[in-house]
């Protein structure tokens, strides 16, 4: 009688496991066991997609102190005999290395979860209704001590800006404190007893925007500091229950690790705290941001490096311009849709290449939030003059190598600048589901020929290692939403085009990465961009033993399953974080 698949696998799986062992005990790589009771803990799956280019594919590893110790082929299998002294877990799964997000935001992100949601509010009716009730769930929020927080609102779904008026006007609403942040975060909805802390007239404020029509309420970029600096901060703990919340978030989509992009010296000590705790899983590389934005201030810089390989800061966060939806991208010629305005820049450039400078002279890997090409161009000017001046008359591309500066969105750079930056190597860091939500009207902003030639380049960029990322909370975080959207270039929550005509064919796909490539955004390059590629995005010998499990294997998976897939099992430090089967 012939024997299943599967348990032809079994079978299969169980004598090499059995074999493996003897095989490297000969070989001397390894002790069998962790001390002198604990047997050696190995993993066996289906098949294991390495990320390594020696060894591409596997189906067994073992963890000792955290990491990969060993990796076993299915090459092996004839040199090997019988071992005692390990303990092997066999799977149907398949796995992968774990997953990072290049750019997010994981103390907003966690905020977020305990505030009003309000991604996909169709009319201020609709957000009206989100706000009463969470009132209700959350009966102490929306007064002076403890504001009313939420995120999502655009302005596209209402016809107009919002005004505080708009919550005025509702009874139910009459008097709260709150504050609401655009989709993008670079603009805040305030209430009127807000504005009513605020000066009776507000004054316009460099690289800012007050929004004033139809109404007083809005303020975007520099102008939501003077909001911010009367927001009831949150204390330490209920910093700590957001991070935690937002970590558990993030192992259920199959994240080991992210790029947490702007964290003031206040919480990057939080974080040093949290890092050596149980609840504390996922591997969190920081991007430094001033208590004052776009300044040098070493004197507040907690420097980690690599806490436990669970947190690092070496990095420092400044931002060259606001958002392409709310008009804040810095161009170089004016909106195809407001032609009296180009947007505005948050630094001028020669304090952009100043403050640069002085970072990159401190030792530090500096990255440019930069969407506009205006801005664009003023943060490869900064880079270029940064390396200049770390190395002289050195090979710039070489130099950069080593300091990895990063443009964060990348997200319309005219074509001179886009040689400019293949010249110099300066890494892109993009997220893919920018490019897909904002396909609806990007050409209205920037008209066809500025989306045509310098606007979300992800294949033509693919030579200077892009790290892929979703800027959670802006978008979702699920890192195959992202990898869905950056190989078909439809939405990931639709699966569909911008073309109602034809809705079936992708925005540009002649930028569309292939799987591999895609994968790589969310594995390896995003460990080059921290340094760590030796440790993460791959499953190999003194890696992060971090990995993913899930039901099939990628490469064999229609792409529209992208979309809505779900992960089986999360690992981070050869321990498992999440499970779905614990979670039914």
Request: negative net charge; proline residues 6%; hydrophobic residues 40%.
């Amino acid at each position: 009688m012939a024997l299943s698949p599967l348990l032809r696998w079994g079978i299969f799986v169980s004598a090499i496991t059995a074999a493996v062992f003897a095989y490297s005990f000969k070989q001397h790589q390894f002790l069998f066991t962790t001390s002198e009771y604990d047997p050696l803990p190995v993993y066996c799956y289906r098949s294991v997609r390495t990320h390594d280019a020696e060894h591409p594919s596997a189906e067994c590893f073992s963890v000792v102190d955290g990491l990969f110790r060993h990796i076993w082929t299915r090459e092996d299998r004839d040199s090997l005999h019988g071992v005692r002294g390990v303990d092997v877990s066999v799977s149907d799964g398949y796995a992968i290395p774990g997953l990072w997000d290049g750019h997010g935001h994981l103390l907003q992100y966690g905020e977020f979860l305990h505030s009003v949601d309000l991604f996909g509010s169709k009319s201020l009716d609709d957000v009206r209704d989100r706000i009463k009730k969470y009132l209700a769930a959350n009966p102490g929020a929306g007064t002076k001590d403890h504001w009313l927080r939420g995120v999502g609102w655009d302005q596209s779904a209402f016809g107009r800006m919002p005004t505080a008026d708009d919550i005025e006007e509702d009874d139910e609403l009459r008097g709260i404190y709150m504050m609401l942040d655009r989709i993008d975060v670079h603009c805040s909805w305030v209430s009127q007893a807000v504005l009513e802390l605020l000066p009776e007239e507000i004054p316009n404020v460099p690289g800012g925007d007050v929004i004033r029509d139809p109404g007083p309420g809005v303020f975007c970029d520099n102008a939501i500091d003077m909001v911010m600096d009367l927001w009831p901060k949150p204390g330490e703990e209920d910093k700590a229950r957001a991070v935690i919340s937002a970590m558990k978030e993030l192992n259920k989509v199959g994240l080991v690790g992210m790029h947490d992009a702007g964290v003031t010296a206040e919480n990057a000590r939080l974080y040093s705290k949290l890092a050596n705790s149980p609840d504390w899983t996922v591997r969190v590389y920081s991007m430094l941001e001033c208590a004052k934005r776009n300044t040098f201030c070493p004197e507040e810089t907690p420097r980690v490096a690599h806490q436990n390989g669970m947190f690092g800061l070496r990095s420092v966060k400044l931002f060259a311009d606001g958002a392409l939806g709310s008009w804040g991208s810095a161009m170089l010629e004016p909106y195809s849709d407001h032609p009296w305005t180009s947007g505005s820049l948050l630094i001028n450039a020669s304090a952009l290449i100043n403050v640069t400078k002085s970072w990159a002279r401190e030792g530090f890997q500096v990255n440019i939030h930069a969407i506009g090409d205006l801005a664009n161009r003023n943060a490869i000017d900064a880079f270029e003059a940064a390396l200049k001046q770390q190395c002289g008359q050195q090979d710039l591309l070489e130099c950069q190598s080593r300091h990895r500066f990063r443009i964060e969105h990348s997200q319309i750079i005219h074509p001179d600048d886009q040689k400019r930056m293949h010249a110099l190597g300066i890494i892109p860091s993009i997220q893919p589901t920018h490019a897909t939500s904002d396909m609806k009207y990007a050409e209205e902003r920037i008209g066809p020929k500025r989306t045509e030639e310098e606007a979300y380049r992800m294949k033509s960029l693919l030579d200077i290692n892009p790290i892929l990322g979703s800027d959670f909370p802006v978008e979702p975080p699920n890192p195959f939403q992202g990898i869905y959207a950056a190989v078909t270039r439809k939405s990931p929550h639709t699966g569909l085009g911008p073309d109602p005509k034809a809705p079936s064919e992708g925005w540009h796909t002649k930028e569309a990465l292939s799987l591999d490539e895609a994968l790589m955004g969310f594995t390896r390059n995003v460990a080059y961009g921290a340094f760590i590629e030796q440790y993460a995005g791959v499953i190999r010998r003194g890696a992060f033993a971090d990995w993913v499990v899930l039901d099939a294997p990628l490469e064999h998976m229609e792409v529209e399953e992208l979309r809505t897939l779900k992960v089986r099992e999360t690992w981070v430090g050869g321990r498992r974080v999440y499970s779905r089967d614990e979670e039914q």
